[in-house]
């Protein structure tokens, strides 16, 4: 199937008047129509650039895309009009943020901040766009619907905050909903409540997802493909299934291994795998591979080049030395 | 083993315009020597006020808090600070609990100037020891906490914590704000401090992965009461409170790709306020087990299994001697 989004080489660079600092180098990936791909990695890894790139509401001009193309449908958007992003963006390409009580206004009601999403995209009486917010906040389960609408945000917990998010990234008619962390702020069980919601959401409409998470297991549990980012590149991608049973970069292997997930029973607690030193700050990327200095099988090589995203079968990996052992089949 | 910490019946209230709000309410617990007991919950549930209140930071309005037998409510914050080096506490965001203006190794050893504790040359000898006891250099002594990136912050934290020779360390998310390959670092920190030192934890998370992996013991708390509490490391294999289950169905688990993923039921609705709590059990108003006693009657923490014990009327111990809930009864979705 043809993608509804496709990334080809993306790059997002910053500066501070000095040089320009690479935050995204050459990321490419792309998601059907109804798929969910999760883009994973560490902090400053440059998951969430990419995601607020896809919107064409990065910080300009401290940083801005440097490069490459992000193909809807047939066009690009990265040498798309500000008019034309203004058609598209909460409309048909939408965004779901970390922090949902800081997402919304709050001084203005929900109610009045759905209407003007929908108003600004249809040619609608305020009254309709009133009966439709109301349609689109039961679908998200907002609890008595009718009479929230009346709230400011201050009086919804941060879980009904985030169906409000969820209710207004669907006002449009959205073909892609680009999720930033939609859940890490919530509790457990409320983070289980809006994922089922997201997914009820992309079953109803096919809606495409781009889920952005720092949680391996919310992104097997959500999305079909996955694209694991370290120091601004993609370094493996591929069918999540497939590489989280068997990774072939050593940092995929490693970010599994450190997650405490089936350490479970005995009285001694085993170590967890670790991976040692910290995650790099942009800019300040050793030459060769950006894995090198924490990697357990770093090889003079690495050290010296930089390696390439190449196909290994169904995945991509960035390694020289990847594990090999399910690239066989 | 010998009893570290204990609160029995433990109250603690905030004021509130309408009226008083009863974050902990009637909560026991036990903290063994050299041992973690993880205190689980989500927010408003009171785990962060049981864990002030065990600090001296909030007024317990009844009940008790021992530590090694001692009582320490109803102590004035003066005769309270005896008792203030054996219990520390790791805050969760590390960018906030270290001061910026001062050098790494003052704030390790302001604790110990605070309590009078040796001339200065054994102080500074002490945070050189305690710097290289978390894995950090000796140069980390002259630095400022920005100069550290958080999982390292996190280290400076927990040797303050250990200047004083604590029994106890409240550790509250301790993990929560490092990213993964970090917080396995971290977490394989305490658990090393912890063997060597024989410290232990009161664990403050919400996260069951960390929990499962670092805890002896645990307490899961609702709406400011334990809804189940166990002194097994198998605690979370197969939880009977309806909450527990629950919150272990919420837990995104890499089990989904391993086994498949069995669609788990979703627990709907969220945590009632603490100021208007329901009647009978907490629980009852999202429970998928609810029957009339339920929302009548509170139901008391009772003993399920050798290890566990569990405040919900609906569970009983099947013939295997596990503890179980009514399946066949479930009440349709």
Same mark, same amino acid.
């Given at each position: 199937m043809r993608p509804i989004l496709e990334v080809r080489e993306l790059s997002i660079h910053a500066s501070s008047g000095g040089q320009p600092i690479p935050l995204v180098e050459k990321v490419s990936f792309s998601v059907e129509k109804g798929a969910t791909l999760a883009l994973v990695g560490e902090s400053g890894c440059g998951k969430s650039m990419t995601a607020l790139s896809l919107m064409r !509401? #990065?910080?300009e001009p401290a940083v801005r895309i440097v490069g490459g193309e992000i193909r809807f449908e047939d066009e690009d958007l990265v040498s798309a009009s500000e008019r034309r992003m203004e058609q598209l963006r909460g409309n048909i390409i939408s965004m779901i943020f970390q922090d949902p009580i800081a997402s #919304? %206004?709050?001084? $203005?009601?929900v109610g009045d901040q759905i209407v003007e999403v929908i108003r600004t995209h249809n040619p609608i009486s305020r009254k309709e766009a009133r009966a439709r917010a109301i349609e689109l906040l039961r679908s998200v389960r907002l609890p008595d619907a009718e009479r929230r !609408? %009346?709230?400011?945000?201050?009086? #919804?917990s941060g879980g009904m905050c985030q169906r409000v998010m969820i209710a207004m990234a669907m006002a449009g008619a959205p073909k892609v909903i680009i999720a930033d962390e939609p859940t890490t702020a919530l509790d457990t069980t409320v983070q289980a409540q809006v994922m089922a919601l997201l997914r009820k959401a992309q079953t109803e409409t096919g809606t495409a997802i781009i889920l952005i998470t720092h949680n391996l297991a919310a992104a097997a549990e959500a999305a079909e493909n996955v694209a694991v980012m370290y120091a601004g590149r993609i370094i493996e991608q591929g069918p999540v299934r497939e590489i989280f049973l068997s990774p072939a970069h050593p940092y995929t292997e490693g970010l599994l291994g450190a997650i405490p997930d089936n350490a479970e029973g005995g009285v001694e607690i085993a170590p967890l795998a670790e991976i040692p030193g910290n995650v790099p700050r942009p800019g300040t990327l050793p030459s060769g591979c950006a894995f090198a200095p924490r990697c357990? %099988?770093? $090889?003079?090589r690495c050290r010296n080049e930089r390696p390439d995203l190449t196909a290994h079968g169904n995945r991509r990996v960035a390694c020289f030395f990847p594990y090999s052992q399910m690239i066989a089949q | 083993m010998t009893t570290i910490l204990s609160c029995r019946d433990l109250v603690v209230e905030y004021p509130t315009a309408d009226g008083p709000l009863r974050a902990v309410d009637r909560v026991s617990l036990d903290v063994e020597r050299g041992q973690t007991l993880a205190l689980v919950g989500e927010s408003g549930c009171g785990k962060s006020t049981l864990a002030r209140a065990i600090m001296g930071l909030a007024s317990v309005k009844s009940g008790s808090i021992k530590l090694e037998g001692e009582?320490?409510?109803?102590?004035s914050q003066r005769e309270l600070r005896k008792y203030r080096p054996a219990i520390q506490m790791v805050f969760q965001n590390p960018y906030g609990s270290l001061n910026p203006r001062l050098s790494v190794g003052r704030i390790i050893e302001e604790p110990m100037m605070v309590q009078n504790i040796g001339t200065q040359a054994e102080r500074r000898k002490r945070v050189l020891d305690l710097l290289d006891r978390v894995g950090l250099t000796s140069e980390a002594a002259g630095q400022y906490p920005h100069q550290f990136s958080g999982g390292q912050r996190q280290r400076i934290a927990i040797a303050r914590a250990l200047a004083l020779n604590p029994k106890l360390i409240v550790c509250d998310e301790p993990v929560s704000a490092l990213d993964v390959s970090v917080q396995a670092q971290v977490l394989n920190l305490l658990v090393e401090l912890q063997r060597d030192l024989g410290v232990s934890y009161l664990f403050i998370s919400h996260d069951l992965a960390v929990v499962r992996h670092i805890a002896h013991a645990t307490a899961v708390m609702y709406l400011g009461r334990i809804a189940a509490r166990s002194n097994?490391?198998?605690?979370?294999?197969?939880?009977?409170h309806p909450y527990v289950r629950a919150l272990k169905d919420a837990t995104p688990s890499m089990a989904a790709i391993r086994d498949g993923t069995p669609g788990q039921p979703i627990l709907e609705g969220e945590i009632p306020s603490a100021l208007n709590p329901p009647a009978g059990c907490r629980f009852s108003t999202r429970c998928r087990y609810v029957v009339d006693v339920c929302r009548q009657t509170e139901p008391h923490l009772r003993q399920v299994t050798d290890q566990s014990w569990v405040a919900c009327h609906r569970v009983s111990v099947g013939a295997n001697g596990a503890a179980v809930l009514p399946e066949s009864e479930l009440i349709a979705d």
């Open positions: !509401i #990065l910080p #919304l %206004n709050p001084i $203005q009601t !609408i %009346n709230y400011y945000p201050h009086r #919804l357990k %099988n770093v $090889q003079q | 009582e320490l409510t109803g102590l097994s490391r198998d605690f979370w294999k197969s939880p009977a």
